[in-house]
């Protein structure tokens, strides 16, 4: 392989490292449900994913009346954390393509997630792939603002030590897209067509140069990319 032209690479989580939105947003129907607001967990895909629930508490109380708390936001994630622990998969070639990058960068790479910190530990530790990342963690709720703000990212490559110019970021949701071009960042959008990520479109719309469907793909399209100088 080519040396990548990329000085880091920083990673989403849903929906590019681990197959969980499927996984939260059943979770997150069933309690909607309890609360008089009836989804299909596909709905509520279209509707939450890429987005923190947190964030969503208007439209949640516009629909059901029930104004959202802290327990009941404590409650939605243990019931959460306990679905994904049980059933959580990574996304195909994932670990493999994180595995190769992470040699090939020497170590400099993080996850930058839009979930609290113990989703995100607790999916990488269940798919095999919290070494790659341990220690270069960013939950966008330890953050002034979520995505489709910069701060995770910026975050992430500040505390890499690298330019966010000099970052590639790849993500599958146009929210996600949008932090990672708003932070100045190259970003590759993950997308399979299935529900749970935006579409190619969307992602190309949103600023992604290059949007893929295989996670083998990966590694040679970052080390193919030809970097803008600045």
Known sequence: ?????FAAVLFDCDGVLVDSEP???RVLADMLGELGWHLTTEEAMNTFTGKAVKDEAALIESKTGFVITPEWLKTFRARRNEALDRDLQAIPHAVAAVREIH???KGRIACASGADRHKVELQLAKVGLLDCFEGRIFSGHEMPRSKP??????AAAEALGVDPK???IVEDTVTGAMA???AGATVFGYSTGESGHSGPGPLLSAGAVKVFSDMT????????YRLQAA
């Open 103 to 105: 040699a090939a960068l």
């Open 217 to 224: 793909e990966l590694p040679a399209l970052l080390s193919g």
């Open 1 to 5: 392989m080519t040396p990548f032209p």
């Open 23 to 25: 996984i939260t947003n």
């Open 180 to 182: 990672g071009v708003a």
């Open 149 to 154: 703000h910069p701060d995770v990212y910026l």
């Open 166 to 168: 000099r970052c590639a």
